[in-house]
């Protein structure tokens, strides 16, 4: 009865925030806000940059990859140095260079995989200078990228499709500041700790426990790593650590703010192609499949653990190991999906230790390309590969030219369509090929058996996606995972976003044909049907083989253990 | 090419400025004005609330076995933090779950073990009792859990079930707003409100 509350809340609020926060993002994107004008104008001065100026997509996209290097190098650097950096009462010592690599990669592509323990590794210089500003201006970022695709369906002979800079200031000052300001704030009223102040000593006299408790600057950490759907948290346990994640509001708030981006921005892709209907079909191809991966897992959790039931103790309370008790089994499942869905990968519980079903329904999200709702812009963009796939097929069956909102869609689109679709499923399989046929890779898993390889699996399908959760069980610091794991990173950002910037350009210069009786419908139920098989097909197909022999072997495998 | 990396550097020293120091240090101070215990992590005389404890005597209600007590069939490898905050009785650990899974012969010996310590204490164990957390410093633990303990703490300290029994719902916490994630007993509490009982 709790959980359905739950789920009936999460709706509502949702359905709120979608209409409203897409109209806002609609506003902010048009240049229609400007309440921090006293910020956003001398910044446009020092970047030298005219905000009414915008760029095509070449030099969108270049300004795009520069960028991202210049990031990436300036966070590397921060890990490097933090040593001799202030704000480090730990007296931290550098981060290795191949983690220090990695880490920067990850939160460069919105990533957010750790190979560290946040509160042994990471200074309050670097949690706040290098990871929190990477939390911030990646999924700006990914919102850009999205924006340009969807100009490229409501413009028309049109040259340019925005400017990179104003785009990323004004979606990280109007849409992310404010909002995760304001929620970092409800989750510090609720436990969450912000401090400067150090670890704390405490003696407890009636058992004797003497305890050094890690703190620091997390609780507003917490707030930007779920709703810019980033993922990575100050501590090592992630949203399951009190500290950051302390009560079942705050666990709620989480799952709210993490989906609220995504989920509102088919309302803004509908408003400004002028046909909300579309956006309406694009949310229901993204609520009917995290629908039923939220019904598979949760169920799957609610079943005892194995190893709990072989050893005679009977659950009710469903799979309690890697569970903490204020959320229990079916709340913790919801925040799972919802993080593996959307390309956040925070973690409120351990996913490693959820039931092979459990697990197969996040490793799913994932692999079905992070469209169910998928990340910050990036969730979009990837969609629209999918639809126009979809509208290609569409077209194919019923003879005609297809069209999406009024663009021709010919061999260019399609090409730079299925690259971008393609591009995930190559990088992951190869690479999870390559860890299973390693040694260095074959070191990682912790568990044993079909379990040990979806924890490979796991890894990477996580990091090809810039999802950033993880069967943590895999001991991901080496020289080979930090390496990797940081290549998939690399491809599953920049060699989708590349393709979705070409697409947005070559849609922006089309003319715009009027629609005639014969024009395959796009924002209907068929459409929407025929979008969730081709998100179906291209994930389910391609990691089928992959996945039989992890999660479903697994499951399968009744009453026997692995050492 | 060079415009880009001219306008880059500036964004990136002014995302720095703005998106990490002017974000987080006006965070700290608003959040320390308003709720300074909160952001401080909720202390109090004998730990924080918030963080689990390793409670060994049978005067005690025991938190979940969150640590590498007498009970882990495995004793270093795998249960990582185990109330174990940064250093706990001091030994140096960090936050984290086992992440063994759920077909894991590791994860059975485990479990087998600490349902004999339980039984060894007399008590019937309940899911959470014999499970670790996604934390590993889960300073909770659900009302079943805590009846289970009842004979144990009855017997160690003398005071009647009943008594117990009364403490115990007295220190439940239901869902919040009555449905957001499940009901739970702050196990520091609870051993606090025992401790002003006893005396």
Known sequence: MGFFLTLVALVVTLAVTWRYLGSYMAAVFAGRVHFFAFVERPLYRLLGTD???????????????????????FTYAILRLQGSLPLNPQHLGAVSPALSFNTAVSFVTNTNWQNYAGETTMSYFSQIGALTVQQFVSPAVGIAVALVVVRGFSRRNAKTVGNFWVDITRCALYILLPVAFAFGLVFVAEGAVQTLGGPVNIHDVLNGVTQTIARGPIAFMESIKQFGTNGGGALNANSAAPFENPTGLTNFLSIYLLLAIPVALTYTFGKMVGSVRHGIALLSVMVLLFGALVGLTSYAEHQNNPAVAAAGVPSSIGNTEGKEVRFGDTSSALFAVASTSTSTG??????????????????????????????????????????????????????????????????????????????????????????????????????????????????????GNNN??????????????NVVGAIAMLLGRFAIIIPALALGGSLAAKDVVPESLGTFRTDNAMFVGLTVAVVVIIGGLTFFPAVSLGPVVEQLSHGRFFP | MLTHLRRSLVMAVGSVLLFGFAYAFAATGVAQLLFPYQASGSVGVNGSTLIGQNWSSPRWFHGRPDDTGPYAANRARNVSGGDNPLVANGVAGSSGATNLGPRSKTLLANTRALVAYWRHLGVVPTPDLVTTSGSGYDPDIAARDAIAQI?????????????????ISRQTHPAQW??????????????????????
Do not use: C
């Open chain 1, 346 to 463: 925070s973690s409120n519980s351990s996913y490693d230790s959820f039931t092979p079903l459990g697990g197969l329904g996040l490793l799913t999200g994932m692999m079905m390309g992070e469209v169910t709702p998928g990340g910050a812009g990036s969730g979009l963009y990837t969609l629209l590969l999918y639809a126009i796939i979809a509208v290609f097929i569409g077209g194919l069956m019923i003879g005609r030219t297809p069209e999406y909102l009024g663009k021709k869609i010919q061999s260019r689109e399609v090409k730079l369509s299925g690259l971008g679709a393609l591009v995930m499923p190559v990088v992951v399989l190869v690479l999870t090929a390559l860890a299973v046929s390693l040694a260095a890779g074959r070191a990682g898993p912790l568990n044993a058996g079909p379990h040990g390889f979806t924890e490979i699996l796991y890894s990477l399908t996580s990091q």
């Open chain 1, 51 to 73: 905000p009414t100026r915008e760029q095509s997509w070449r030099r969108y996209g270049a300004a795009m990859i520069v960028f991202s290097g210049v990031s990436l190098v």
């Open chain 1, 468 to 481: 950033g959760s993880a069967m943590a069980g895999l001991s991901g610091n080496s020289p080979f995972y």
């Open chain 2, 151 to 167: 004979p144990m703490v009855a017997r160690a300290t003398g005071l009647a079930p009943s008594r117990l029994r009364t403490l």
């Open chain 2, 178 to 199: 009555g449905f957001l994630g499940s009901g739970y007993i702050d196990v520091l509490q609870l051993n606090e409100a025992l401790a002003r009982m006893e005396s």
